[in-house]
C-alpha cells in the first residue's frame, strides 16, 4: 500500500508563485509514474501534469503549460508542483497521484493511488 501525502497549499495572490509537495511511502517510488490533478470548487477533478519514473519525461494540461513545472526526487521519495504566475482559475484542491505500472497519468482512471489533496487558493 502507497500513502501519499500533500503539502503546501495556501492563500496566494494572483501573479504569486507556490510550490507544492508530495511525500510517498509504502512503496518503491521509483518504479511509479507520478502525477498531479487538481479540483476546483464545483467542478470534476481534472489533470494537471505528470512525470515519468525517472523525471526525464513530462507532460502538462494545456491550461497551466509554460506556469507549471513538475519534478521529483527519487532519493527523498517526493515529487513537487512547482507553481508560477498564478491566477484566480487556479484555485482548487491539489491532489498527488501515482501510477503502479509506471505509466502517465493523465486520466483519473490511470492512477492506483491518492492524496488526500491539499488547498490552493488564488485571490484576484
Known amino acids: 500500500q502507497v500513502l501519499l501525502v500533500e503539502s503546501g497549499g495556501g492563500l496566494v495572490q494572483a501573479g504569486d508563485s507556490l510550490g507544492l509537495s508530495c511525500a510517498a511511502s509504502g512503496g518503491t517510488f521509483s518504479s511509479y509514474a507520478m502525477g498531479w490533478f487538481r479540483q476546483p470548487p464545483g467542478k470534476e477533478r481534472e489533470f494537471v501534469a505528470t512525470?515519468?519514473?525517472?523525471?526525464?519525461?513530462?507532460y502538462y494540461a494545456g491550461s497551466v503549460k509554460g506556469r507549471f513545472t513538475i519534478s521529483r526526487d527519487n532519493a527523498k521519495n517526493t515529487v513537487y508542483l512547482q507553481m508560477n504566475s498564478l491566477k484566480p482559475e487556479d484555485t482548487a484542491v491539489y491532489y498527488c497521484a501515482a501510477n503502479s505500472l509506471g505509466a502517465f497519468i493523465t486520466d483519473m482512471r490511470n492512477a492506483d493511488y491518492w492524496g488526500k489533496g491539499t488547498q490552493v487558493t488564488v485571490s484576484s
Open positions: 512525470i515519468s519514473r525517472s523525471g526525464g519525461s513530462s
